[in-house]
């Protein structure tokens, strides 16, 4: 099983839906969780932390479910823009290493 | 401010040499950790460094290696390659080690033949 697993997609959205995907982690000991958009052949920028509480920015929400070890990101009101592939990371708290899931790609279609 | 940068942008090599991978991180920050990314798939983590130290390595062959000089630029050093090395080469800057974000390079590309 690997340590952060993702539903790779693609999930194709109209514009203006709302969208949420989920990530599951495997390492109960995973303390910290990011969001990072990847766009084609580019390097990840981070999207958002998520922490215990949950995080929004936006048209942009993260929570975390520590229960059943997933986190999930929800977009609302969807943009063309929002199209590229999210890829969900867990940092280890032993060692702080980030593991990184194979993300997921949303395709927005007018 | 310049973010990270990373030098080459592409590379092609062949089977059994060697290549030498370059990074500067944000200016200010201490950290630089090194990825792996193959089509598809998500980052690999090779290597952190903080403060010229080796403070993480990923499940990679001693064919991998790298170092931080003193203004905490870093070289990532890949010998005898194979045509599997054939990926996205991504650098990461942060402020230190830890929950600290990190911020990206636009990688290099290398392409083994």
């Known amino acids: 099983r690997k340590e952060v697993e993702q539903d790779p997609g693609p999930f194709n959205v109209p514009e203006g839906a709302t969208v949420a995907f989920n990530c599951t982690y495997s390492n109960s000991a995973s303390q910290s969780f990011f969001w990072y958009r990847q766009d084609c052949r580019k390097e990840p920028k981070l999207l958002m932390s998520?922490?215990?509480?949950?995080n929004e920015d936006g048209r942009f929400t993260a929570q975390l479910n520590r229960a059943s070890q997933y986190i999930s990101l929800l977009i609302r009101d969807s943009k063309l823009s929002d199209s590229a592939t999210y890829l969900c990371?867990?940092?280890?708290?032993?060692?702080?290493?980030?593991?990184w899931g194979a993300g997921t790609k949303l395709i927005i279609k007018p | 401010d310049a973010g990270v940068t990373q030098s080459p942008t592409h590379l092609i090599k062949t089977r059994g040499q060697h290549v030498t991978l370059r990074c500067s991180p944000i200016?200010?920050?201490?950290?630089v950790s090194w990825y792996q990314q193959v089509l598809g798939q998500g980052p690999q983590f090779i290597f952190q460094?903080?403060?010229?130290?080796?403070?993480g390595r990923g499940n990679f062959p001693d064919r991998f290696s790298a170092r931080q000089f003193p203004n905490y630029s870093s070289e990532l050093n890949v010998n005898a390659l194979l045509l599997g090395d054939s990926a996205l080469y991504l650098c990461?800057?942060?402020?230190?080690?830890?929950?600290?974000?990190?911020?990206f390079g636009p990688g290099t590309r290398l392409t083994v033949l």
């Open positions: 998520v922490y215990s509480s949950g």
């Open positions: 460094y903080y403060e010229k130290e080796e403070r």
């Open positions: 990461a800057s942060s402020l230190g080690t830890g929950m600290y974000t990190q911020y």
């Open positions: 200016s200010g920050h201490k950290s």
């Open positions: 990371v867990a940092v280890m708290d032993s060692n702080y290493q980030l593991i």
